[in-house]
């Protein structure tokens, strides 16, 4: 008799993949494993993300356990987010695949401009 599975997942990437799917969270990663960033500097680091995409983002990952947001009550407003512990460890998971696509990015531009062609 065949077992069930336990989870939803067809394997580890499509894991990964619900929590980081999407064009602005893997940036988010990325530029969180820097170090702890306010929201202007993370906003501005990743570049031409809206405020309301990236605090929608910011929202789902705080609520995934990956990003912790630090409120200080203060006027004007000040926000720091950083990664959790579960965070930096998505974030270095990351790592291999920014290495290849640094390794690969003249290909890469060659591939993108054929497809815009």
């Known amino acids: 008799m065949a077992s069930k599975k336990s989870h939803p997942f067809s ?12 064009k602005w969270k893997p ?15 993370l ?3 990743i ?10 983002q910011l929202k789902e990952l ?6 912790k947001r ?3 009550g203060e006027v ?7 990664l959790t512990k579960f965070g930096q460890s998505l974030a270095q998971a ?11 990015f003249r290909e890469i531009e060659r591939v993108v401009a054929r497809r815009a062609g």
Do not use: M, N
Request: aromatic letters at 8%.
């Open 70 to 72: 630090c409120d200080y």
């Open 27 to 41: 940036h988010v990663l990325y530029h969180l494993s820097q170090g702890t960033l306010r929201y202007g500097e």
């Open 11 to 22: 394997c580890g990437l499509d894991a990964a993949l619900a929590l980081v799917g999407g």
């Open 76 to 82: 004007p407003p000040r926000v720091d987010y950083s």
């Open 47 to 56: 570049g031409p993300v809206t405020h309301k995409v990236l605090i929608a």
């Open 62 to 67: 705080e609520a995934d356990g990956i990003v």
């Open 94 to 104: 990351f790592g291999p695949l920014c290495q290849w696509g640094t390794d690969h």
């Open 43 to 45: 906003r501005r680091a």
